[in-house]
């Protein structure tokens, strides 16, 4: 499975963005999707989780109530709504696909959020 992400950027404090990941190389509706951020100088941390069809998301603590995570499998993305951003939310952003309960070991580039105050 091949991941694009995109969409990160440089924003001021309480700003937003979106992030996008194009998933190419199998049938993405098999696939539930994440999040992951790693900044640095820290480990890699859960962002986010969409289950197969989107009706089911889950939060890492640090960024309930501020991001959403959605997907659209006709377009075999998944994207991430990212509110009121804060400087500790500086990071690169990466997607991930969960086949089952495994998630894969495929990361992608990734895309860099900088959250300036």
């Known amino acids: 499975v091949q991941l694009q992400a995109s969409g990160g950027g440089l924003v001021l404090a309480g700003g937003s963005l979106r992030l996008s990941c194009v998933v190419s190389g199998r049938t993405f509706s098999n696939y539930a999707m994440g999040w992951f951020r790693q900044a640095p100088g820290k480990e890699r941390e859960f962002v986010a989780h969409i289950s197969l069809t989107g009706t089911s998301t889950y939060y890492g603590d640090s960024v309930k109530g501020r991001f959403t995570i959605s997907r659209d499998n006709a377009k075999k993305t998944v994207y991430l709504r990212m509110n009121s951003l804060k400087p500790e939310d500086t990071a690169v952003y990466y997607c991930?696909?969960?086949?089952?309960?495994?998630?894969?070991?495929?990361w992608g580039q990734g895309t860099q959020v900088t959250v300036s105050s």
């Open positions: 991930r696909a969960k086949y089952g309960s495994s998630w894969l070991n495929y």
